[in-house]
């Protein structure tokens, strides 16, 4: 304990969610770093009246990163850009995202990176970095672009969503992974399948609950296995997206050496065909929202430990976008301020512990993506902290939504288990439900410092 130290804040009396476990713990934050874990006394505060935060029945946990953003910026605007999306990640209690590239132009270049990049720096809510979407016809310039300033790692889509970003074949997968050695992150539905199935099985329906038939557990299998086999002969990291089906678990279960897995709040929240009847459209996404089975499959998943990140996939479209008749309906729900309270509601109904949730959406995002002093409640690292109330009882509604669309799918939700305070590098920028300042920066990582 350095008593000498005054402190710009203490969060006094939490129960602190460090990387060993839950510990009661005062934590000191000087200059935007964690300086300080254990007894604190209150005279080692720089200000008796503002430093001190009363952690008594609060959960202190490491800065929330969302590791799968979609913010729209440049060019669909309409739904959302890059200051909405962080407002809102600031206002559900998220310190950093990594935003994907199927925005307008594409993120493929290191002239649209760079622009991303300064677009962001304007206003933002909260850190953030950027994945470049890896193309068959970039893949030669991978080993160099991907260390391009502000990138997380390099994205494809084996199967098709929003925006024309697309790499459905082995060959094109392959020359992806074989250029660069960071992570690559993976939507994985085939897209070959999918085409066959549209017109098999779709045909000309316009049932939302059709989604996830034709978008079929066997096309999300066939992209995954392809993807995993062509990582193992180059030895390179994949890091499969938003997996839904109990299929996929298992097999990755046994594929760990080359493969991390992702699940997002919604697959773990809505199941079929109940989400369909109730909700239509707002819940179509991809890969779709299943049948409880996979459901089931996936929090045994989390539970044993083979799923390494959870994610929200904030993807927002606007109510008059999804009121379009399906299958013209786009694909998506905003999510990155829901993801807190949703998995804190999750974690009072004992579907997880407060630990592992905090593995899956701090500690995860920092070993997969190998962030640079972000991630953990360590001494050193940046002052990222989202401090949760584990008891508060309240509604999720469409009013609280920071999104430009300005809905959400939980609209309605009574949860138990909110965010009451985000701590960006020592700033306060969220407190009680009240934004204060945008003082986001570019991440840093260990692989490109
Ligand atoms: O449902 C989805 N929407 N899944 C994706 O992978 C992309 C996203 C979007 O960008 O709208």
Same mark, same amino acid.
């Given at each position: 304990m350095k008593e000498n130290l005054s402190f710009d804040y203490i969060f006094k009396d939490g129960k602190v969610v460090l990387p060993s476990g839950i510990v009661d713990a005062d934590i000191g934050v000087k200059d935007g770093i964690i300086e300080e874990i254990g007894k604190i006394s209150k005279e080692s505060a720089s200000s008796v009246t503002d430093s001190i935060i009363d952690c008594n029945n609060l959960h202190v946990l490491p800065g929330v990163i969302d590791s799968q953003v979609h913010f729209r910026e440049p060019g669909l605007e309409n739904k959302e850009n890059l200051e909405s999306g962080m407002k809102a990640a600031a206002a559900g209690g998220v310190t950093c995202v990594f935003e994907m590239p199927n925005t307008n132009p594409l993120t493929i270049t290191p002239e649209a990176m760079a622009d991303k990049l300064q677009r962001a720096s304007r206003v933002a809510w909260t850190d953030y970095a950027f994945y470049l979407g890896g193309t068959g016809r970039t893949s030669s310039n991978l080993s160099e672009w991907e260390n391009l300033e502000g990138t997380c790692g390099i994205k494809i889509f084996i199967g098709a969503s929003t925006g024309d970003l697309i790499t459905p074949s082995d060959e094109e997968i392959e020359a992806v992974i074989s250029n660069g050695k960071r992570v690559i992150a993976v939507h994985a539905e085939d897209q070959y399948i999918m085409d066959r199935n549209k017109k098999e099985i779709l045909g000309s329906s316009t049932d939302v609950s059709m989604h996830n038939i034709w978008r079929s557990p066997e096309s999300c299998l066939s992209a995954t296995r392809r993807v995993v086999e062509i990582a193992k002969k180059y030895k390179r990291r994949v890091h499969i997206l938003h997996i839904t089906t109990a299929e996929e678990m298992e097999y990755l279960k046994m594929n760990k050496d080359v493969a991390s897995v992702e699940v997002l709040a919604n697959h773990l929240s809505f199941s079929a065909p109940e989400c369909y009847e109730r909700l239509g459209t707002l819940v179509q996404q991809n890969p779709p929202i299943r049948e409880k089975h996979h459901q089931d499959a996936l929090w045994r998943a989390i539970n044993d430990n083979t799923v390494d990140i959870l994610a929200s996939d904030h993807a927002p479209h606007t109510l008059d976008e999804k009121a379009q008749t399906y299958p013209s309906s786009p694909s998506g729900t905003p999510g990155v301020q829901t993801l807190v309270p949703v998995m804190l509601n999750h974690v009072s109904n004992k579907k997880l512990s407060i630990e592992r949730l905090v593995d899956l959406w701090s500690h995860g995002p920092h070993r997969i993506h190998k962030i640079h002093n972000k991630g953990q409640i360590t001494k050193g690292y940046d002052a990222d902290i989202t401090l949760v109330d584990l008891n508060k009882k309240m509604t999720i509604t469409?009013?609280?939504?920071?999104?430009? %669309?300005?809905? %959400?799918?939980?609209?309605g939700l009574n949860v138990t288990g909110w965010p009451v305070m985000t701590m960006i590098r020592g700033n306060i920028v969220m407190r009680e439900d009240e934004l204060l300042q945008p003082i986001g920066q570019q991440v840093k990582f260990k692989e490109t410092m």
């Amino acid at each position: 304990m350095k008593e000498n130290l005054s402190f710009d804040y203490i969060f006094k009396d939490g129960k602190v969610v460090l990387p060993s476990g839950i510990v009661d713990a005062d934590i000191g934050v000087k200059d935007g770093i964690i300086e300080e874990i254990g007894k604190i006394s209150k005279e080692s505060a720089s200000s008796v009246t503002d430093s001190i935060i009363d952690c008594n029945n609060l959960h202190v946990l490491p800065g929330v990163i969302d590791s799968q953003v979609h913010f729209r910026e440049p060019g669909l605007e309409n739904k959302e850009n890059l200051e909405s999306g962080m407002k809102a990640a600031a206002a559900g209690g998220v310190t950093c995202v990594f935003e994907m590239p199927n925005t307008n132009p594409l993120t493929i270049t290191p002239e649209a990176m760079a622009d991303k990049l300064q677009r962001a720096s304007r206003v933002a809510w909260t850190d953030y970095a950027f994945y470049l979407g890896g193309t068959g016809r970039t893949s030669s310039n991978l080993s160099e672009w991907e260390n391009l300033e502000g990138t997380c790692g390099i994205k494809i889509f084996i199967g098709a969503s929003t925006g024309d970003l697309i790499t459905p074949s082995d060959e094109e997968i392959e020359a992806v992974i074989s250029n660069g050695k960071r992570v690559i992150a993976v939507h994985a539905e085939d897209q070959y399948i999918m085409d066959r199935n549209k017109k098999e099985i779709l045909g000309s329906s316009t049932d939302v609950s059709m989604h996830n038939i034709w978008r079929s557990p066997e096309s999300c299998l066939s992209a995954t296995r392809r993807v995993v086999e062509i990582a193992k002969k180059y030895k390179r990291r994949v890091h499969i997206l938003h997996i839904t089906t109990a299929e996929e678990m298992e097999y990755l279960k046994m594929n760990k050496d080359v493969a991390s897995v992702e699940v997002l709040a919604n697959h773990l929240s809505f199941s079929a065909p109940e989400c369909y009847e109730r909700l239509g459209t707002l819940v179509q996404q991809n890969p779709p929202i299943r049948e409880k089975h996979h459901q089931d499959a996936l929090w045994r998943a989390i539970n044993d430990n083979t799923v390494d990140i959870l994610a929200s996939d904030h993807a927002p479209h606007t109510l008059d976008e999804k009121a379009q008749t399906y299958p013209s309906s786009p694909s998506g729900t905003p999510g990155v301020q829901t993801l807190v309270p949703v998995m804190l509601n999750h974690v009072s109904n004992k579907k997880l512990s407060i630990e592992r949730l905090v593995d899956l959406w701090s500690h995860g995002p920092h070993r997969i993506h190998k962030i640079h002093n972000k991630g953990q409640i360590t001494k050193g690292y940046d002052a990222d902290i989202t401090l949760v109330d584990l008891n508060k009882k309240m509604t999720i509604t469409n009013a609280q939504q920071k999104s430009r %669309t300005g809905w %959400t799918p939980y609209d309605g939700l009574n949860v138990t288990g909110w965010p009451v305070m985000t701590m960006i590098r020592g700033n306060i920028v969220m407190r009680e439900d009240e934004l204060l300042q945008p003082i986001g920066q570019q991440v840093k990582f260990k692989e490109t410092m």
